[in-house]
Protein backbone atom coordinates (compact mmCIF):
# COMPACT_ATOMS: atom_id res chain seq x y z
CA UNK A 1 0.00 0.00 0.00
CA UNK A 2 1.15 3.76 -1.13
CA UNK A 3 1.15 6.03 1.94
CA UNK A 4 -1.25 9.12 1.27
CA UNK A 5 0.29 12.69 0.94
CA UNK A 6 -1.58 14.21 3.96
CA UNK A 7 -0.72 17.77 4.53
CA UNK A 8 0.07 18.38 8.75
CA UNK A 9 0.18 14.70 8.94
CA UNK A 10 1.58 14.82 12.73
CA UNK A 11 -1.05 17.35 13.92
CA UNK A 12 -3.66 16.97 12.08
CA UNK A 13 -3.83 13.20 10.50
CA UNK A 14 -5.81 11.46 7.82
CA UNK A 15 -7.61 8.43 9.35
CA UNK A 16 -8.87 6.17 6.80
CA UNK A 17 -12.05 4.31 7.86
CA UNK A 18 -13.33 1.01 6.78
CA UNK A 19 -16.72 -0.65 7.20
CA UNK A 20 -17.67 -3.87 4.64
CA UNK A 21 -20.95 -4.18 4.18
CA UNK A 22 -23.36 -6.83 3.45
CA UNK A 23 -27.37 -6.77 3.15
CA UNK A 24 -27.24 -4.48 6.49
CA UNK A 25 -29.40 -1.69 4.96
CA UNK A 26 -31.29 -1.45 8.37
CA UNK A 27 -28.24 -0.80 10.47
CA UNK A 28 -25.50 1.08 7.76
CA UNK A 29 -27.01 4.28 7.94
CA UNK A 30 -26.56 4.28 11.95
CA UNK A 31 -22.89 3.10 10.93
CA UNK A 32 -21.86 5.60 8.62
CA UNK A 33 -23.34 8.91 10.98
CA UNK A 34 -21.34 7.89 13.55
CA UNK A 35 -18.47 8.19 11.66
CA UNK A 36 -19.96 11.61 10.11
CA UNK A 37 -20.80 12.81 13.67
CA UNK A 38 -17.20 12.29 14.94
CA UNK A 39 -15.53 15.32 16.79
CA UNK A 40 -12.31 15.05 14.80
CA UNK A 41 -12.91 15.44 10.74
CA UNK A 42 -9.89 15.03 9.02
CA UNK A 43 -11.33 10.92 7.93
CA UNK A 44 -12.03 9.29 4.89
CA UNK A 45 -14.91 6.46 5.09
CA UNK A 46 -14.66 3.43 2.76
CA UNK A 47 -17.69 1.89 2.58
CA UNK A 48 -16.99 -1.48 0.53
CA UNK A 49 -20.25 -3.57 -0.31
CA UNK A 50 -19.77 -6.87 -0.68
CA UNK A 51 -22.89 -7.51 -3.01
CA UNK A 52 -25.82 -6.76 -1.05
CA UNK A 53 -29.15 -8.09 -2.57
CA UNK A 54 -31.05 -5.24 -0.30
CA UNK A 55 -31.06 -1.53 -0.45
CA UNK A 56 -28.15 -0.66 1.30
CA UNK A 57 -26.24 1.70 -1.96
CA UNK A 58 -29.67 3.40 -1.58
CA UNK A 59 -29.50 3.89 1.68
CA UNK A 60 -26.44 5.64 0.98
CA UNK A 61 -27.19 8.50 -1.30
CA UNK A 62 -27.09 11.48 1.07
CA UNK A 63 -23.65 10.23 2.83
CA UNK A 64 -22.09 9.86 -0.48
CA UNK A 65 -23.23 13.41 -0.87
CA UNK A 66 -20.00 14.47 1.62
CA UNK A 67 -16.62 14.22 0.00
CA UNK A 68 -15.05 11.98 2.52
CA UNK A 69 -17.41 9.12 1.83
CA UNK A 70 -16.61 6.77 -0.97
CA UNK A 71 -18.36 3.59 -1.59
CA UNK A 72 -16.95 0.92 -3.74
CA UNK A 73 -19.02 -2.96 -4.93
CA UNK A 74 -17.62 -5.97 -5.35
CA UNK A 75 -19.18 -9.45 -6.11
CA UNK A 76 -19.82 -11.46 -2.82
CA UNK A 77 -16.26 -12.47 -1.45
CA UNK A 78 -16.38 -12.36 2.18
CA UNK A 79 -15.49 -9.39 4.55
CA UNK A 80 -11.44 -10.57 4.46
CA UNK A 81 -11.71 -9.53 0.67
CA UNK A 82 -13.90 -6.29 1.30
CA UNK A 83 -11.55 -4.65 3.83
CA UNK A 84 -8.48 -5.72 1.41
CA UNK A 85 -10.50 -3.68 -1.07
CA UNK A 86 -10.46 -0.57 1.00
CA UNK A 87 -7.02 -0.92 2.09
CA UNK A 88 -5.63 -0.83 -1.04
CA UNK A 89 -7.48 2.40 -1.82
CA UNK A 90 -7.02 3.98 1.92
CA UNK A 91 -4.88 6.89 2.15
CA UNK A 92 -4.43 7.46 5.86
CA UNK A 93 -1.55 7.37 7.73
CA UNK A 94 -4.07 5.57 10.67
CA UNK A 95 -6.13 3.06 10.16
CA UNK A 96 -9.66 2.13 11.31
CA UNK A 97 -12.15 -0.34 10.67
CA UNK A 98 -15.86 -0.17 11.46
CA UNK A 99 -18.56 -2.72 10.56
CA UNK A 100 -22.09 -1.92 8.82
CA UNK A 101 -24.12 -2.84 12.22
CA UNK A 102 -21.81 -1.37 14.87
CA UNK A 103 -21.62 2.32 15.35
CA UNK A 104 -19.16 4.58 17.31
CA UNK A 105 -19.16 7.42 20.42
CA UNK A 106 -18.89 10.93 18.82
CA UNK A 107 -15.25 11.41 20.24
CA UNK A 108 -13.58 7.96 19.76
CA UNK A 109 -11.48 9.62 16.61
CA UNK A 110 -10.42 12.49 18.36
CA UNK A 111 -9.45 10.57 21.94
CA UNK A 112 -7.47 7.98 20.18
CA UNK A 113 -5.53 10.26 18.08
CA UNK A 114 -4.27 11.95 21.17
CA UNK A 115 -3.79 8.59 22.77
CA UNK A 116 -0.73 7.38 19.86
CA UNK A 117 0.62 10.86 19.53
CA UNK A 118 1.28 10.79 23.78
CA UNK A 119 2.47 7.68 23.08
CA UNK A 120 4.82 7.33 19.56
CA UNK A 121 5.95 3.69 21.13
CA UNK A 122 2.43 2.29 20.62
CA UNK A 123 1.00 1.16 17.35
CA UNK A 124 -2.42 -0.20 17.78
CA UNK A 125 -4.69 1.78 20.79
CA UNK A 126 -7.89 -0.07 21.22
CA UNK A 127 -10.45 -0.48 24.20
CA UNK A 128 -14.38 -1.80 25.05
CA UNK A 129 -17.42 -2.57 23.66
CA UNK A 130 -21.48 -2.05 24.71
CA UNK A 131 -22.73 -4.45 23.39
CA UNK A 132 -26.28 -3.87 22.44
CA UNK A 133 -29.54 -6.32 20.40
CA UNK A 134 -30.89 -5.71 16.61
CA UNK A 135 -33.27 -2.74 18.19
CA UNK A 136 -30.07 -1.04 20.26
CA UNK A 137 -30.81 -1.77 23.66
CA UNK A 138 -27.66 -2.67 25.33
CA UNK A 139 -27.15 -6.28 26.71
CA UNK A 140 -24.27 -5.82 28.81
CA UNK A 141 -20.73 -3.51 29.42
CA UNK A 142 -18.94 -6.83 30.51
CA UNK A 143 -15.88 -6.90 28.45
CA UNK A 144 -12.90 -9.59 28.19
CA UNK A 145 -9.39 -9.19 29.87
CA UNK A 146 -7.45 -6.84 27.58
CA UNK A 147 -3.75 -6.06 27.54
CA UNK A 148 -0.86 -3.17 26.60
CA UNK A 149 2.47 -3.22 25.49
CA UNK A 150 4.10 -7.07 23.66
CA UNK A 151 0.72 -9.23 23.85
CA UNK A 152 1.63 -11.78 21.79
CA UNK A 153 1.33 -14.60 24.93
CA UNK A 154 -2.37 -13.33 25.28
CA UNK A 155 -3.54 -13.11 21.70
CA UNK A 156 -2.25 -16.99 21.65
CA UNK A 157 -4.55 -17.45 23.92
CA UNK A 158 -7.68 -15.73 22.37
CA UNK A 159 -8.01 -12.40 20.78
CA UNK A 160 -8.51 -9.62 23.12
CA UNK A 161 -8.35 -7.12 20.26
CA UNK A 162 -11.63 -5.56 19.71
CA UNK A 163 -11.94 -4.86 15.78
CA UNK A 164 -14.42 -2.26 15.95
CA UNK A 165 -12.27 -0.17 18.17
CA UNK A 166 -9.44 -0.70 17.36
CA UNK A 167 -6.87 2.55 15.40
CA UNK A 168 -3.01 1.55 13.88
CA UNK A 169 -0.94 2.40 12.28
CA UNK A 170 -0.55 2.39 8.54
CA UNK A 171 2.86 1.56 9.65
CA UNK A 172 1.75 -1.91 10.63
CA UNK A 173 -0.20 -2.78 7.43
CA UNK A 174 3.01 -1.41 5.47
CA UNK A 175 5.27 -3.94 7.06
CA UNK A 176 3.32 -7.28 7.93
CA UNK A 177 0.43 -6.67 5.08
CA UNK A 178 -2.99 -6.46 5.55
CA UNK A 179 -6.02 -9.52 6.15
CA UNK A 180 -4.95 -12.89 4.68
CA UNK A 181 -8.31 -12.71 2.34
CA UNK A 182 -8.72 -16.61 2.54
CA UNK A 183 -10.40 -16.61 5.91
CA UNK A 184 -14.42 -15.89 6.40
CA UNK A 185 -14.11 -16.03 9.99
CA UNK A 186 -11.87 -14.87 12.57
CA UNK A 187 -10.03 -12.59 9.94
CA UNK A 188 -9.84 -9.78 12.78
CA UNK A 189 -8.16 -12.31 15.61
CA UNK A 190 -5.54 -13.62 12.61
CA UNK A 191 -4.56 -9.91 11.98
CA UNK A 192 -4.04 -8.75 15.70
CA UNK A 193 -2.15 -11.84 16.05
CA UNK A 194 0.41 -11.39 13.28
CA UNK A 195 0.44 -7.76 14.72
CA UNK A 196 1.27 -8.89 17.94
CA UNK A 197 4.20 -10.40 17.04
CA UNK A 198 6.11 -7.15 15.73
CA UNK A 199 3.96 -4.11 17.48
CA UNK A 200 2.61 -2.59 20.89
CA UNK A 201 -0.73 -1.97 21.51
CA UNK A 202 -2.44 0.16 23.89
CA UNK A 203 -5.43 -0.78 25.47
CA UNK A 204 -7.83 2.03 27.10
CA UNK A 205 -10.60 0.97 29.19
CA UNK A 206 -13.12 2.96 27.79
CA UNK A 207 -16.56 2.35 25.73
CA UNK A 208 -15.34 3.13 21.93
CA UNK A 209 -18.12 1.08 19.47
CA UNK A 210 -21.57 -0.52 20.27
CA UNK A 211 -21.19 -3.98 19.00
CA UNK A 212 -24.27 -5.56 17.69
CA UNK A 213 -25.28 -8.86 18.44
CA UNK A 214 -27.39 -10.55 15.89
CA UNK A 215 -28.39 -14.29 15.04
CA UNK A 216 -27.49 -14.08 11.26
CA UNK A 217 -23.78 -12.60 12.11
CA UNK A 218 -20.89 -14.66 10.76
CA UNK A 219 -18.82 -14.48 14.24
CA UNK A 220 -22.05 -15.65 16.07
CA UNK A 221 -20.97 -19.50 14.49
CA UNK A 222 -18.59 -20.97 16.99
CA UNK A 223 -17.95 -24.09 15.16
CA UNK A 224 -16.69 -22.09 12.10
CA UNK A 225 -14.64 -19.87 14.59
CA UNK A 226 -12.98 -22.43 16.03
CA UNK A 227 -11.92 -24.08 13.03
CA UNK A 228 -10.47 -21.13 11.68
CA UNK A 229 -8.86 -20.06 15.10
CA UNK A 230 -7.05 -23.42 15.42
CA UNK A 231 -5.53 -22.58 11.35
CA UNK A 232 -4.70 -19.18 12.79
CA UNK A 233 -2.60 -20.08 15.78
CA UNK A 234 -0.90 -22.73 13.70
CA UNK A 235 0.01 -20.45 10.90
CA UNK A 236 1.25 -17.74 13.54
CA UNK A 237 3.14 -20.17 15.18
CA UNK A 238 5.01 -21.48 12.00
CA UNK A 239 5.59 -17.76 10.79
CA UNK A 240 6.65 -16.06 14.14
CA UNK A 241 8.36 -18.86 15.75
CA UNK A 242 10.44 -16.65 17.88
CA UNK A 243 7.18 -14.18 18.81
CA UNK A 244 7.30 -15.96 22.21
CA UNK A 245 8.80 -18.94 24.31
CA UNK A 246 7.97 -22.48 23.58
CA UNK A 247 6.48 -22.36 26.71
CA UNK A 248 4.41 -19.53 26.06
CA UNK A 249 3.47 -21.18 22.90
CA UNK A 250 2.55 -24.62 24.48
CA UNK A 251 0.30 -23.02 27.39
CA UNK A 252 -1.77 -21.09 24.50
CA UNK A 253 -2.07 -24.03 22.74
CA UNK A 254 -3.24 -25.56 25.85
CA UNK A 255 -6.32 -23.01 26.48
CA UNK A 256 -7.22 -23.56 22.80
CA UNK A 257 -7.63 -27.18 23.27
CA UNK A 258 -9.76 -26.51 26.80
CA UNK A 259 -11.74 -23.70 24.67
CA UNK A 260 -12.50 -26.25 22.41
CA UNK A 261 -13.06 -29.50 24.56
CA UNK A 262 -15.63 -27.14 26.45
CA UNK A 263 -17.56 -25.84 23.77
CA UNK A 264 -17.80 -29.58 22.43
CA UNK A 265 -18.89 -30.45 26.16
CA UNK A 266 -21.65 -28.36 25.71
CA UNK A 267 -22.92 -29.67 22.62
CA UNK A 268 -22.99 -33.50 24.27
CA UNK A 269 -19.53 -34.29 22.46
CA UNK A 270 -17.97 -35.90 25.50
CA UNK A 271 -15.75 -37.78 23.84
CA UNK A 272 -14.37 -35.61 21.04
CA UNK A 273 -14.38 -33.15 24.21
CA UNK A 274 -12.13 -35.48 26.18
CA UNK A 275 -9.43 -35.53 23.05
CA UNK A 276 -9.30 -32.03 23.35
CA UNK A 277 -8.47 -32.41 27.09
CA UNK A 278 -6.04 -34.80 26.57
CA UNK A 279 -3.90 -32.75 23.92
CA UNK A 280 -4.21 -29.86 26.30
CA UNK A 281 -2.74 -31.93 29.40
CA UNK A 282 0.37 -32.90 26.68
CA UNK A 283 1.16 -29.44 26.61
CA UNK A 284 0.29 -28.04 30.22
CA UNK A 285 0.31 -31.08 32.53
CA UNK A 286 0.50 -28.97 35.87
CA UNK A 287 -1.75 -26.43 34.04
CA UNK A 288 -4.86 -25.15 36.90
CA UNK A 289 -6.88 -24.51 33.53
CA UNK A 290 -6.67 -27.59 32.04
CA UNK A 291 -7.82 -29.50 35.35
CA UNK A 292 -10.09 -27.14 35.66
CA UNK A 293 -11.30 -27.71 32.01
CA UNK A 294 -11.24 -31.09 32.61
CA UNK A 295 -13.88 -30.65 35.36
CA UNK A 296 -16.12 -28.85 33.39
CA UNK A 297 -16.02 -31.24 30.88
CA UNK A 298 -16.89 -34.31 33.07
CA UNK A 299 -19.37 -32.02 34.45
CA UNK A 300 -20.97 -30.74 30.92
CA UNK A 301 -20.66 -27.50 31.92
CA UNK A 302 -20.80 -24.78 28.92
CA UNK A 303 -18.27 -22.59 27.50
Not at 119 to 131: H, R
Not at 262 to 283: D, H
Request: glycine letters at 4%; aromatic letters at 12%.
Amino acid sequence: MERGKVKNSRTNPLVSIITPTFNRAEFIEQAVNSVLGQTYSNFELLIVDDGSTDDTRKRLDNALEDPRVHYFYQSNQGQSVARNLALSRARGDLICFLDSDNYWPDNKLKNQIALLADNPDSDVVYGDTVTIDEYDREISRKNMKRYSGHIARYMIRDNCVSMNTAMARRSCFDELGAMSGTRRVADDYDLWLRFSARFRFLYIPEFWAYYRVMEDQISSDKTRRVDSNWRIINDFRREFPDAMSKRDFDSGFAAFHCRKARYLASKGAKREATREILEAMKLEPAGRAVWRSFAAVLLKRPI
